[in-house]
């Protein structure tokens, strides 16, 4: 057993009410829920293990793979789709030749679709990491990411 | 800080923190919300720290870093008090300038003004400017007098005054208060606050729970976020008195896990009042007890509906259940449980402050008060807006918004993912709960987004359908499976295989997913596709019956073409294609091959001499 999991675990009382905290701390941590993790979440906590997955795929925070260096938020809110965001994701699809929630084979970017990310004001946008990317038009999207290449 | 054991000694507080502020000559609120933050805030804020430290003024110039001013479009920006100056779109360099001319020498810099769309003029004066002028801010209005960081200014801005008020009211009174006002639900279903409050205090129990929903799904509103992110404290005092009311001791905020600086300044400001002795036991020394704790969602649209968010509170999967025993009697751990809106709660300690009277002066006689709105889209001003409940969308759009940037507006989508788009022929509605949802849309949590000629409709219904499928959580059958019936015939439409006989069919399994739907999210999930087809009914004809689509979006039935005319065979649409589908020699006409183009549209935004149509 991993040592490391287990003190993020054991910081938690052992009540359900606890899971997503848990699951949260673990993602801090480790990037992402591999298998032990939710196995050995489920042991803590009395629960079994299909219910930790089941929480754990049911909600869109938690990954169950490893991610790319960079994160790719593309934001699919309203004010960015009536603003052309899904030239803007077509754009990252191509020049990257991965599709949304996939990984590029050299470990560096990863694209995740989110439901807002509350710029409405500056729509369409995208987010790397934690730097937003405000008033986008697809022709600069392949320089922005060879920025971070 | 000290222990406050009385009010008395708040309101000595109170006098100290009016009384060193009087040493500052200048205030200077600059935004550090979300919107501005991603306007790269940030480096305009550490330029004024250095600047402040230069010039030796941080003893006479304050930097108050707030929340959300509503204005996003325009930031970063920030107030400068006490002239109430406006300056917008800053960039760190002009800083200094700031500091010699404006602070030191009181001229206004020009450059910085916002300018008026539609009369071009300059407006140096924040209350004069026409977005926040013909608002009536009561709640967002707060953010800008207020670091989220630091409880002195909600104190000195008469906070907790209202909590003062009610733990020397009986809990029956209080109810009676917020009834009187006629305040309802903020976060789309509009039931009347107090009445939820008095079933909740008549339920049998001894442990009841009060609980702040902060999990704004929405896409295209934040007004929730920028009220706990921006004025966390007076969230926090609109539970308290809740909770006194009701007769609860423990209270939740659930937020998204999507918005961390709402998190973060949420709990600084609950770790205040604990040392403030505002939360906790024998709270001001009035026996009352009572404490509140953060807990964080996980990304699920769902999860926001009551029964998911217990379930989700509880470590289980954030689904809803049916809603044959109310929250009010069997909530979280089966005890009585009180949820309201983030807005919901900011409301409280106007109301118990000022009076219910004072509250219902606004509004319309069913809906009082006002409404935060998220106003987006095409549209000249974007940002946060304030409004009386009633204001015409018209006002809302055209003389707050500043009408569209191309000219027209053709519809405004309300309530998010369960509201409707409404057409310009309806503008002249009141928005208010009942007017909304008669005319097909709702209120909802205020999302508002404006729609041009160059926004498609059916594009529109197929978007937020897209939303609703992914977000379903799959529990009942008519949401999981006639969503998904619903999205292949509005593809088919898209893409110009359609029948006229489908937009019945349409009608019909929209019917039935919201009469049999298990909770709101499948209830109100046609509400896009129906009023579209009730309002736009012409456009969705063009797709299927000319196979055209109006606005010059949907994929399947445009086509990108190069104009012999103007094209001078630069070459920069070739070089940019991604797909390759253009040919032609230097200087020669170009051509694009039809076969092999994905309409991304790149070759359109690259010619400068705008010689690609789209037809």
Redesign the interface.
């Known amino acids: 057993m991993d040592n490391s999991l287990m003190q993020i675990i054991e910081k938690f009382p052992r ?7 848990v ?2 701390a673990i993602q801090k941590e480790q990037n992402y829920l591999n298998r032990e993790a939710v196995s050995a979440v489920a042991e803590y ?1 009395g629960l079994g293990v299909a219910q930790v997955y ?2 754990a795929s ?5 990954r169950l793979k490893k991610t790319g260096k960079n994160i790719i938020k593309i934001c ?8 052309g965001a899904d ?1 803007i994701i ?2 990252v699809e ?2 990257l030749g991965i599709r949304k929630g996939e990984t590029t084979a050299d470990g560096k970017f990863s694209i995740e679709e ?10 369409p ?1 995208l987010m790397i990491n934690d730097r ?1 990317y ?1 008033r986008l ?3 600069e999207v392949k320089k922005i990411l060879q920025s971070y290449s | 800080m000290e222990v406050i054991k009385n009010p008395e000694v708040l309101s000595v507080w109170r006098k100290k923190i009016l009384n060193k502020n009087t040493f500052y000559t200048h205030t200077v609120s600059l935004c550090g919300g979300t919107g501005c933050q991603a306007g790269s805030c940030g480096t305009v804020i550490s330029a004024f720290k250095k600047e402040l430290a230069r010039n030796k003024l941080e003893k006479k110039v304050r930097l108050r870093v707030t929340g959300c001013h509503g204005f996003c479009e325009q930031g970063p920006l920030m107030i400068i008090e006490p002239d109430n100056i406006f300056y917008c779109r800053l960039s760190p360099g002009d800083v200094p300038e700031i500091l010699t001319q404006t602070i030191k020498n009181h001229k206004i810099i020009e450059r910085l003004c916002y300018t008026d769309p539609s009369t071009q003029k300059k407006c140096p004066v924040e209350s004069k400017i026409p977005f926040y002028a013909q608002q009536s801010r009561i709640l967002i209005d707060r953010n800008k007098n207020t670091d989220p960081s630091d409880i002195e200014d909600y104190i000195a801005e008469n906070g907790y005054a209202a909590l003062c008020k009610s733990l020397k009211m009986q809990a029956n009174d209080i109810i009676q208060e917020i009834l009187k006002s006629g305040l309802r639900g903020r976060g789309g279903g509009g039931y009347p606050t107090g009445k939820k409050w008095q079933q909740t205090a008549a339920a049998a129990g001894e442990k009841k729970y009060i609980i702040c929903n902060a999990d704004e799904g929405d896409p295209g509103a934040y007004m929730d976020r920028s009220i706990l992110e921006g004025n966390p404290h007076s969230v926090i005092e609109g539970m308290m008195i809740g909770a006194k009311a009701i007769g609860a001791d423990e209270g939740i905020i659930y937020v998204r896990n999507e918005y961390p600086l709402a998190v973060l300044h949420a709990g600084i400001a609950l770790e205040q009042c604990r040392n403030a002795g505002l939360l906790g036991k024998n709270i001001l020394g009035s026996g009352f007890s009572f404490d509140i704790r953060i807990v964080r969602g996980a990304g699920a649209f769902v999860s926001g509906e009551s029964s998911a968010l217990i379930a989700s509170i509880s470590g289980k999967v954030g689904e809803p259940s049916p809603k044959d025993v109310h929250l009010s009697e069997k909530g979280l751990e089966q005890n009585p449980t009180n949820m309201n809106n983030v807005e919901t709660w900011a409301n409280i300690p106007l109301i118990i402050e000022n009076g219910a009277m004072w509250f219902a002066s606004r509004g319309t006689e069913r809906s009082k008060g006002t409404k935060i709105f998220a106003l987006t889209g095409k549209i000249k001003n974007t940002g946060l807006v304030e409004v009386a409940m009633g204001t015409s969308l018209k006002k809302i759009i055209y003389d707050i918004g500043g009408g569209s940037i191309s000219g027209t507006v053709k519809a405004v989508q309300t309530g998010g993912p369960s509201g409707g788009c409404l057409p310009a022929s309806k503008f002249d509605l009141p928005v208010d709960f009942e007017a909304l949802s008669e005319a097909g849309s709702m209120v909802g949590s205020g999302g508002m987004v404006v729609m041009d000629e160059n926004t498609c409709m059916v594009d529109v219904a197929r978007y937020f359908l897209d939303f609703l499928i992914d977000e379903s959580c799959g529990k009942c059958v008519p949401c999981r499976i006639g969503l998904s019936r619903i999205r292949e015939i509005i593809c088919r439409i898209t893409e110009g295989k359609a029948e006229m006989q489908d937009l019945e069919l349409l009608e019909e399994i929209s019917q039935t997913v919201s009469e049999a739907s298990l909770c709101a999210l499948g209830k109100t999930a046609p509400n896009p596709v129906l009023s579209t087809i009730r309002y736009f009914r012409e456009e969705y004809i063009s797709h299927i019956h000319d196979k055209k689509c109006p606005a010059k979006v949907c994929k399947s039935l445009i086509k990108f073409s190069i104009s012999p005319e103007i094209c001078t065979g630069c070459g920069a649409c070739k070089r940019e294609c991604p797909a390759g589908a253009i040919s032609g020699e230097k200087k020669q006409i170009h051509n694009i091959d039809q076969s092999i183009c994905t309409k991304c549209g790149i070759c359109r935004e690259t010619c400068r001499l705008s010689a690609i149509s789209l037809n």
Do not use: E, M, W
Not at chain 1, 58 to 62: N, R
Not at chain 1, 76 to 83: D, E, L, N, Q, R
């Open positions: 009540s359900r009410q606890n899971l997503i905290p699951l949260q906590l089941g929480a049911f909600y869109t925070q938690f699919k809110g309203t004010a960015c789709h009536v603003s030239n077509d754009a191509r020049t989110v439901a807002c990310l509350g710029c409405c004001s500056l729509a946008v937003v405000a038009v697809s022709s």
